[in-house]
T-cell receptor, first 113, second 115 residues
Framework: LAKTTQPISMDSYEGQEVNITCSHN???????ITWYQQFPSQGPRFIIQ???TKVTNEVASLFIPADRKSSTLSLPRVSLSDTAVYYC??????????????FGTGTRLKVLA | KAGVTQTPRYLIKTRGQQVTLSCSPI?????VSWYQQTPGQGLQFLFE???????NKGNFPGRFSGRQFSNSRSEMNVSTLELGDSALYLC??????????????FGPGTRLTVL
């Protein structure tokens, strides 16, 4: 079974770049890596998704090395409103066309003024 | 488009009872996945339904079951409730099933408390 691990918490100051890494040692060959943001009392919200190398959208970048055993979410110039819990999500293929979705342990990011 | 909706938002039950939670996916989405979130275990995958068929299943006992209707709405049922079933139950919908490029949209969750 895939196992995903993330740092439990991180602190940053407004305006800084934040990098959060997720280790996923058994990601399914065809599966993408997805990152979500979750605020208290809300469901997770999609941030970014990628397969390998680098992906960038309007809010974040995602770096995935060639072996795909880890991924790094990069948030440029964070603000107070980025204070949340961040999760990586990978699929673990347990059979032909059969996946279990494995969430990381979550990283609680606190942005300080 | 309206987002994923879950009903009820809050529920209190006692041990031994059963409960049914409902999820309405985003229009056009055919896949619905269910997750359990607790402080101790984090987010754990329960199961996924696609076109009325259970496609994937996590490591939960048989007390946890689900189904999906022809309009893609899904229900999750937990029988013989235990104290440890107290959790936030999240539903997510997506256009496709499986792990390839699957962007899931989550609802606000149902907070279940078992007394």
């Amino acid at each position: 079974l895939a196992k995903t691990t993330q740092p439990i918490s991180m602190d940053s100051y407004e305006g800084q770049e934040v990098n959060i890494t997720c280790s996923h040692n058994n990601i399914a060959t065809n599966d993408y890596i997805t990152w979500y943001q979750q605020f208290p009392s809300q469901g997770p919200r999609f941030i970014i998704q990628g397969y390998k190398t680098k992906v960038t959208n309007e809010v974040a970048s995602l770096f995935i090395p060639a072996d795909r055993k880890s991924s790094t979410l990069s948030l440029p110039r964070v603000s107070l409103s980025d204070t949340a819990v961040y999760y990586c999500l990978v699929g673990d293929m347990v059979g032909p066309g059969t996946y279990k979705y494995i969430f990381g342990t979550g990283t609680r990011l606190k942005v300080l003024a | 488009k309206a987002g994923v909706t879950q009903t009820p938002r809050y529920l209190i039950k006692t041990r031994g009872q059963q409960v049914t939670l409902s999820c309405s996916p985003i229009s056009g989405h055919r896949s619905v996945s269910w997750y359990q979130q607790t402080p101790g275990q984090g987010l754990q995958f329960l199961f996924e339904y696609f076109s009325e068929t259970q496609r994937n299943k996590g490591n939960f006992p048989g007390r946890f079951s689900g189904r999906q209707f022809s309009n893609s709405r899904s229900e999750m049922n937990v029988s013989t409730l235990e104290l440890g079933d107290s959790a936030l139950y999240l539903c997510a919908s997506s256009e496709i099933s499986g792990g390839v490029g699957n962007e899931q949209f989550f609802g606000p969750g149902t907070r279940l408390t078992v007394l």
